[in-house]
T-cell receptor
Framework: QKEVEQDPGPLSVPEGAIVSLNCTYS??????FMWYRQYSRKGPELLMY????GNKEDGRFTAQVDKSSKYISLFIRDSQPSDSATYLC???????????FGTGTKLQVIP | DTAVSQTPKYLVTQMGNDKSIKCEQN?????MYWYKQDSKKFLKIMFS???????INETVPNRFSPKSPDKAHLNLHINSLELGDSAVYFC?????????????FGNGTRLTVT
């Protein structure tokens, strides 16, 4: 069993829809949770970074962590075609510990 | 002014050959990494160096040997390449002692072994 599990999709939504991307994890030591966006033929880039449980909002993006259920979510409001990419959730137990990634969910936003 | 740069971008080679991938970062970070991404997009850490010292060494065949001449460079040498080594290899960097320091990735080296 992988430490971070993610539905690979693909997920297709119409432009303007609210997108919900989810991950579960098994390692109770994880305290830092991240979402990375990866466009085709590019490296992953950090979207959101949260510590412990709670919500964090940045523009159209909201990251949510529920440590009691070991559940991580990313919500995208008013989705745009430019949001079409693979979204990777990730977690680690400290800034200097290795980051463990999910397998990524491929999102396509259709104009 | 690319932050993390890798060369080459594409590498096509035959089984049994030896090849190297180079990585350089100009972000002033003290920690660098190699990650392998397979065809299903799963990103798995291979190695991590902090100030030229190896700090993470996952279960990777010893045909893979990282080398860090200084904290801005981390190269990956692969001996006796096998078909299963075909993947995209990403270099990344961060500040080790800063909890809020995210990984910065290069754009990857797409290795194809035939």
């Amino acid at each position: 069993q992988k430490e971070v599990e993610q539905d690979p999709g693909p997920l297709s939504v119409p432009e303007g829809a609210i997108v919900s991307l989810n991950c579960t994890y098994s390692n109770s030591a994880f305290q830092y949770f991240m979402w990375y966006r990866q466009y085709s033929r590019k490296g992953p880039e950090l979207l959101m970074y949260t510590y412990s449980s709670g919500n964090k909002e940045d523009g159209r993006f909201t990251a949510q962590v529920d440590k009691s259920s070991k559940y991580i979510s990313l919500f995208i409001r008013d989705s745009q075609p430019s949001d079409s990419a693979t979204y990777l959730c990730a977690a680690n137990s400290g800034g200097y510990q290795k980051v463990t990634f999910g397998t990524g969910t491929k999102l396509q936003v259709i104009p | 002014d690319t932050a993390v740069s890798q060369t080459p971008k594409y590498l096509v080679t035959q089984m049994g050959n030896d090849k190297s991938i180079k990585c350089e970062q100009n972000l002033g970070h003290d920690t660098m990494y190699w990650y392998k991404q397979d065809s299903k997009k799963f990103l798995k850490i291979m190695f991590s160096y902090n100030n030229k010292e190896l700090i993470i060494n996952e279960t990777v065949p010893n045909r893979f040997s990282p080398k860090s001449p200084d904290k801005a460079h981390l190269n990956l040498h692969i001996n006796s390449l096998e078909l299963g080594d075909s993947a995209v290899y990403f270099c990344a960097s961060s500040h080790r002692d800063t909890d809020n320091s995210p990984l910065h990735f290069g754009n990857g080296t797409r290795l194809t072994v035939t």
